[in-house]
């Protein structure tokens, strides 16, 4: 069993900022990737970031370019999501997950094996 647990999402305004992370413990394997997901009200989730194993690839979704960046622990078993200039379309329930292919840094949800529970980030005008 994997277990991710993210923390940081709260209350911010238009232009705040806010650290979103996520701990995976357990049967992750030897080497993962790990991604942000993101799902709005009434509507589907969507990929937000991913970066590999050895956190040299990353790759974003073209909406939060520039703005967003993910990074991981020297352990590499913490993924975090610094986000800056967040605006009230960035809010949703973020969700992390482990992908077993540690080199990839994919936009697929299918890729991703397993899922934390999820933090919301609310971005007010």
């Known amino acids: 069993q994997v277990q991710l647990v993210e923390s940081g999402g709260g209350l911010v305004q238009a232009g705040g900022s806010l650290r979103l992370s996520c701990a995976a413990s357990g049967r992750t394997g030897s080497s993962y990737a790990m991604g942000w997901f993101r799902q709005a009200p009434g509507k589907e989730r969507e990929f937000v970031a991913a970066?590999?194993?050895?956190?040299?690839?990353?790759y974003y979704t073209d909406s939060v370019k520039g703005r967003f960046t993910i990074s991981r622990s020297n352990a590499k078993t913490t993924v975090y999501l610094q986000m800056t200039s967040l605006k009230p379309e960035d809010t949703a329930v973020y969700y992390c997950?482990?992908?077993?292919?540690?080199?990839?840094?994919?936009?697929?949800?299918?890729?991703?094996?397993?899922w934390g529970q999820g933090t919301q980030v609310t971005v007010s005008s």
């Open positions: 997950a482990v992908d077993r292919v540690g080199w990839r840094t994919s936009g697929a949800e299918t890729a991703y094996e397993y």
């Open positions: 970066i590999s194993w050895s956190g040299t690839g990353t």
